[in-house]
């Protein structure tokens, strides 16, 4: 079992700590490669099963859906270990081993407990790419992070005891939204999937890690939580509507964004939303599109996320209206980014468009056909945040005056590989395909098809034309936009104080009011009680018979009541 | 300072990959660019009443469908986010010092380095021209 990938991970992650610093990067590049022909090695079946305490832990499940979510990982983990080849930083190293060896053992895990186990791995070791910062601002925003991250998993573990409870197995399969134990898992599942309202963690959390660590960052947790809803909840249909809210709104927060990191990281959330539409649609033409886009997303986001960590490695900052012009001394990076935005705006011969097109497909063969709308509309604003935004005001645009060097060797290589994939997909689909859960027999390429993307894509970039001559496209500003996170980073923090007053005045004044009766009630008992007072007063012969008759009145009637 | 030696690279100095794409210094190139993409969109667009496509969704079938679909969405979106800016934007600082909004990255982690034109005329005997 220590062969295993996830293990594979973690050895290489505890022995970074014990050796010189020259092999730790080279021992980062080597793990995943040992990582792939372990996967590839041990084959499919469940492997790893233990019996504890009654419970079937399945350790290494590795099966259709899993493989290629674990392939792309792995593929994933050495091309960013490449990007980040220069860092020093042992927190950082370990960290990036540690994440990449949870998530793996996420998406190979067999039932909920160890899944449950990961899943909080990768929680607690992604973090310390974020704390790896070293600044304040990013020790809060990395403890946001940690808190929503373990939220999810301690609504994972009771939704998981509430489910062995009613059935009596911990085996994770499809699940469906059937009791209040699955419900519960879905929403853990939804958190990491970056759900409307439940999103801002990732656009809040990914600017803020470290060049290398946004790139760590982006390939893993969101499409564990993608997998983790095809094997749970494929063909839920609730998935299809949240899936399409999620392509649509990142896009407008992506368009007025400045931090071009969290546009990319908006960029993500909307992808997401094409993934959790397969789920959601769930016939195996659809889940075949959530796990072929899954895999060209991890590779065009990872060549964004790159590009972008290039020139804020060389220029200090990633914001669009400090930047622009940079194609002139940075032009290999320029070409890797155009390369990515082509591959996320889906354009014929790049791998978004043979990965995309079997999700639209899927909703307009199902007769989801607003949903395909929306999905159609989200393709033409994946253009316009990540096709033309992010390359535009970064290489060219206005001239920031700016001429940093051009990205490092390390990193050059590390994009240009990336690229390569990216294109290599696009144009030789079959490879991806062959490696899909179910057989494939659709056709990207046909006349049709070629034209109406590119029909669509063309006819945006006129309208960005048009805009930017009109002068209607958003400047770029030095400007925060908020979201949803308000509530939680402004809004309940500022009345929090106005609260705690109000409630301290209240337990003040009720206090000062009950006093108060009380000692009216001291004055009245003695006025009564005292020698002189009314209670003092001997009875009378008519009050005391008075008094009598009707105490044996009450004594009549207690009796007459029936069963008393 | 800096800024002075930024200004010194001239076009000459740059790679011969860089060099390829300086015609988007040049306004009629542009131009010239942005004809070529109205004229990619007018065959593209004909090619609709030329070709039978097939389709699922409604409407998908009726000529100039993507086309229209890709040019109002695109300015849907982009003037809807001009609008939506103007009810959540925020100074820099607003989450500060909670946020890394508006702080410099750290420059332990950066690598700064200016352009050095002279190593890669070196690299380029010859292809100056």
């Known amino acids: 079992m220590l062969l295993s990938a996830p293990f594979l991970f973690l050895i290489a992650s505890a022995v970074l700590a014990f050796i010189p610093q020259r092999l730790r990067a080279p021992l980062m590049l080597v793990t995943p490669v040992l990582a792939l022909i372990s996967i590839i090695g041990f084959g499919t079946g469940n492997h790893g099963v233990l019996n504890i305490l009654n419970f079937e832990l399945v350790l290494y499940r590795i099966d259709n859906l899993s493989f290629p979510f674990g392939v792309i990982f792995c593929i994933a983990a050495f091309l960013a270990s490449l990007y980040a080849w220069h860092v020093r930083d042992l927190t950082q190293q370990v960290a990036t081993l540690g994440y990449a ?21 990768t929680a607690i070791t992604s ?7 070293g600044t304040p601002a990013a020790m809060a925003t990395g403890m946001r992070y940690l808190i929503i991250q373990v939220l999810s998993g301690v609504l994972l573990l009771a939704g998981l005891l509430m489910h062995f409870h009613d059935t009596g197995s911990i085996a994770f399969n499809h699940l469906g939204l059937q009791s209040t134990g699955t419900w519960l898992i879905f929403i853990a599942f939804g958190i990491k999937c970056a759900f409307p309202l439940m ?30 809803l095809a094997r749970g909840y494929a063909g839920t249909e609730m998935l299809v509507y949240i899936g399409a809210v999620m392509t649509l709104f990142p896009i407008f927060f992506a368009e007025i964004e400045n931090d071009l990191r969290r546009v990319l990281a908006y960029s993500l959330n909307n992808q997401l939303g094409f993934m959790v539409v397969g789920v959601g649609i769930g016939t195996e033409l659809a889940l075949n599109g959530t796990v072929a886009h899954a895999f060209s997303h991890i590779l065009y986001k990872s060549l964004l996320f790159m590009s972008v960590g290039a020139v804020l490695y060389r220029t200090g900052t990633s914001k669009a209206s400090e930047l622009g012009g940079l194609y002139r001394t940075m032009p290999i990076t320029m070409v890797c980014c155009v390369i990515g935005a082509m591959a996320i705006s889906a354009f014929p011969l ?15 063969k199902n007769s989801y056909y607003v949903v395909w709308f929306c999905l159609v509309v989200a393709s033409a604003g994946v253009l316009s945040h990540s096709g033309i935004k992010i390359p535009f005001f970064t290489f060219f645009a206005h001239d920031s005056g700016k001429r940093p060097a051009e990205a490092p060797m390390h990193m050059r290589i590390a994009m240009i590989i990336t690229a390569f994939l990216c294109v290599f997909i696009g144009v ?6 062959s490696i899909l859960p179910h057989e494939v027999s659709y056709k990207p390429y046909t006349f049709s098809h070629v034209l109406t993307q590119m029909q669509l894509l063309c006819f945006a970039l006129l309208a960005f034309v048009y805009l930017m001559k009109v002068g209607l496209h958003p400047h770029e500003l030095r400007r925060v936009n908020i979201d949803s996170d308000w509530v939680y980073r402004k809004g309940i923090p500022s009345i929090l104080p106005g609260v705690a007053a109000s409630v301290i005045a209240l337990n ?33 012969v008519k009050a005391m018979v008075g008094a009598v008759v009707v105490l044996m009145f009450a004594i009549l009637l207690f009796n007459l009541w029936p069963n008393a | 300072m800096k800024n002075d030696s930024q200004k010194q690279v001239s076009d000459d100095s740059l790679t011969p990959l860089a060099k390829r794409f300086l015609w988007v210094e040049s306004a009629d190139k542009v131009r010239l660019a942005i004809y070529i993409l109205a004229g990619l969109c007018a065959v593209l667009f004909i090619l609709d009443f030329v070709v039978h496509r097939h389709a699922y969704a409604p409407n998908e079938n009726t000529p100039g469908f993507y086309a229209l679909t890709g040019f109002l969405a695109f300015s849907f979106i982009v003037l809807g986010a001009g609008l939506l800016r103007k009810l959540i934007a925020k100074p820099e600082d607003y989450y500060a010092p909670n946020a890394v909004d508006a702080e410099d990255y750290p420059e332990e982690g950066l690598n700064r380095e200016e352009f050095a034109p002279d190593e890669i005329v070196e690299n380029k005997p010859g292809s100056g021209s």
């Open chain 1, 428 to 433: 030789f689909p079959g490879f991806l395909y």
């Open chain 1, 127 to 133: 973090v310390f790419l974020i704390f790896a910062r």
């Open chain 1, 199 to 228: 999103h801002n963690w990732l656009q809040d959390a990914y600017p803020a890690a470290t060049v290398t660590g946004t790139v760590v960052l982006s390939a893993f947790t969101t499409k564990m939580a993608v997998y983790t």
């Open chain 1, 101 to 121: 060896g949870a998530a793996l053992g996420g998406v190979f895990a067999g039932d909920l407990v160890t899944l449950f186990i990961w899943w909080e791995a």
């Open chain 1, 350 to 364: 790049f791998s978004g468009f043979i990965s995309k097109s079997l999700i639209l497909d899927a909703a307009s």
């Open chain 1, 508 to 540: 003040t004044r009720s206090r000062e009011w009950a006093l108060k009766r009380l000692e009216r009630l001291g004055i009245q008992v003695a006025r009564y009680a005292s020698p002189t007072g009314p209670l003092a007063d001997g009875w009378g």
